[in-house]
C-alpha cells in the first residue's frame, strides 16, 4: 500500500508564488514508487484546491488552479482523516484518506505555525517544524533571544512596534544611534525574502528606514550592520535527537542586501521557476575547513535551541573585520527548495531527502503517541455547576 501524502502550498503569504515552485519541486521528485502525491493547493484567499494538474507549474503559469482543481477540505473520519472534495456534481470523487501531509509553504500565516497548528487539529502527522518552533523560526526577535539565553551567536538588537515609533521616535531614535550607532540595519520583526528591509548610513535615512519596515509589519528590529560581511548559509536535517549539518553554500548578492530579485529572480532562466536552487551561489563555500566546522557547529545547536525537525536552512553573517566572527543571523524553517541543493552537494539525491523528511514525520507521530493528548473524565455530570450556579471547584 502506497502512503498518501498531502502536499499543502501557496497560502496567505508574501511568498506564495514561491511557495509553488518549491511544492511543485518536491511533487516532482517524490518517490512516486511508495507515496501517492496530494497536491493541495491553498490560494491567496485561504480556498484549498486538489487535483493532479496541480502538480504542474504550467496551471499556475496559467492562474488557473481554480479550474484546474476543485476545491477540498478536511475531516476525520472513522480513524482516518480524510480530503473531501467539496464541488457537486457527475465528477465529484471519493473522499481521500491521508496518512501525512507535507506543508511547503513560506512565510508568515503558513510556516509561522499557522499550516501546521492546522494540521494538528485534524489529528495528522506532518513534516517538519512544530508549531512552536515554527512561530519562533518566524519571529526574529524571540528566535535571537533563545539563542542568547543559550550563547549562541548572534547580533544583539533592539526592537519596537509601529505603534511606539509613531509615539515615541525621537526617543527611540536617539537610543538607536546611542547604542547600536551606523551603519545599522532595519528589518521588519516577522517577515522574510528581504522584503521591508534597509541598511542605514546616517541619521538622514534613518526614519524612512522605519517607516518602511512598519509598513509591513507591526513590529521592527534594529540591529548593527556589518559592513565587511559574507554570507553562509547552512541546512540541518533530522530532529533534535539525531540531526547533521549539510555543506555550506555562499549565496552571492548584485547589491548591499541579497533582494528579493537575487534570491528568486535572477539566473532563473526562461522558466523562472527555479527558486532558490537558482541563486547565484559558491558551493561548496570557500571557507577554511575548521570555520566551516565551527559554523556546522553552531547549525546544529540553533537546530535544537528552538527544538526544529525536518529540513531547515540556517543562515550566517560573517563580520570580516573581525577575523570574520560568525553570527546567526535567521533560521528559515521550511526553506526555499526545501535547501535539495544543500543535500546533493552532502552526497544526498533529492528524493532520498523527501522520503527521510516523511519518515521524520512518522517517527514523531511514533514518540506522540505515547504522549496523552486527552483525559476521559466524568467531570460535566460529576461537578454541580449548571443552572443552578456552580458549586464545583472550577
Ligand atoms: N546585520 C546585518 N548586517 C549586514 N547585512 C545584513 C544584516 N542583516 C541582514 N543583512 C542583509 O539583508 C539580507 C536580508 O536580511 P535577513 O535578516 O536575512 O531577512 P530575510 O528574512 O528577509 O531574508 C541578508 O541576506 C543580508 O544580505
Ligand atoms: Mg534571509
Known amino acids: 500500500m502506497k502512503t498518501n501524502v498531502a502536499v499543502f502550498f501557496g497560502g496567505r503569504s508574501v511568498e ?13 521528485n517524490i518517490d512516486r514508487e511508495k ?31 481554480d479550474k484546474d482543481g476543485y476545491p477540498v477540505t478536511f475531516v476525520p473520519k472513522g480513524n482516518k482523516t480524510v480530503m473531501v472534495n467539496l464541488s457537486g456534481g457527475l465528477f465529484k470523487k471519493k473522499d481521500t484518506p491521508i496518512d501525512v501531509c507535507f506543508p511547503i509553504v513560506h512565510g508568515t500565516n503558513c510556516e509561522d505555525g499557522s499550516i501546521q497548528g492546522y494540521i494538528e487539529t485534524l489529528g495528522l502527522p506532518y513534516v517538519g517544524c512544530d508549531v512552536m518552533s515554527s512561530a ?4 526574529k526577535v524571540l528566535f535571537k533571544n533563545v539563542l542568547l539565553d543559550r550563547g549562541i551567536p548572534t ?23 546611542s547604542e547600536i550607532g551606523f551603519p545599522l ?41 556589518v559592513s ?19 555543506a555550506l553554500e555562499e549565496p ?12 528568486y529572480r535572477s539566473n532563473a532562466g526562461k522558466s523562472g521557476s527555479k527558486g532558490m536552487a537558482s541563486l547565484s551561489r559558491k558551493l561548496p563555500a570557500d571557507l577554511p575547513s575548521n570555520k566551516q566546522e565551527e559554523i556546522q557547529k553552531i547549525a546544529v545547536e540553533t537546530f535544537k535551541a528552538i527544538g526544529a525537525s525536518g529540513v531547515v536552512r540556517i543562515d550566517f553573517l560573517l563580520d570580516g573585520d573581525d577575523n570574520d566572527k560568525v553570527y546567526v543571523n535567521e533560521i528559515n524553517t521550511i526553506p526555499g527548495s526545501l535547501s535539495f541543493y544543500l543535500w546533493e552537494a ?24 505515547n504522549t496523552m493528548f486527552t483525559i476521559d473524565t466524568n467531570i460535566l455530570n460529576e461537578s454541580s455547576f449548571g443552572q443552578k450556579g456552580s458549586k464545583g471547584k472550577i
Open 155 to 177: 547580533l544583539r538588537c533592539i526592537d519596537f512596534g509601529a505603534r511606539d515609533w509613531a509615539l515615541n521616535s525621537d526617543e527611540i531614535e536617539k537610543r538607536l544611534i
Open 185 to 225: 540595519i532595519v528589518k521588519p520583526a516577522n517577515l522574510g525574502s528581504s522584503v521591508g528591509i534597509s541598511k542605514v548610513d546616517d541619521e538622514t535615512e534613518l526614519r524612512s528606514a522605519i517607516d518602511t519596515a512598519c509598513s509591513f509589519a507591526d513590529r521592527v528590529l534594529v540591529e548593527h550592520a
Open 228 to 246: 565587511n560581511l559574507r554570507e553562509i548559509n547552512c541546512s540541518v536535517l533530522g530532529d533534535r535527537n539525531d540531526c547533521k549539518a549539510s
Open 16 to 28: 506564495h508564488e514561491i511557495s509553488i515552485i518549491s511544492a511543485v519541486q518536491a511533487m516532482g
Open 252 to 263: 552571492v548578492a548584485h547589491d548591499k542586501i541579497l533582494s528579493y530579485d537575487d534570491k
Open 35 to 65: 507515496y501517492n502525491v496530494i497536491p493541495v493547493y491553498m490560494s491567496k484567499q485561504s480556498v484549498f484546491y486538489s487535483g493532479e494538474k496541480l502538480c504542474d507549474i504550467e496551471t499556475f503559469k496559467k492562474g488557473a488552479p
Open 136 to 139: 519562533l523560526g518566524m519571529d
Open 346 to 369: 552532502t552526497g544526498m539525491k533529492y528524493t532520498e531527502l523527501l522520503d527521510r523528511l516523511i519518515s521524520l514525520a512518522f517517527k514523531r507521530e511514533r514518540e506522540r503517541e
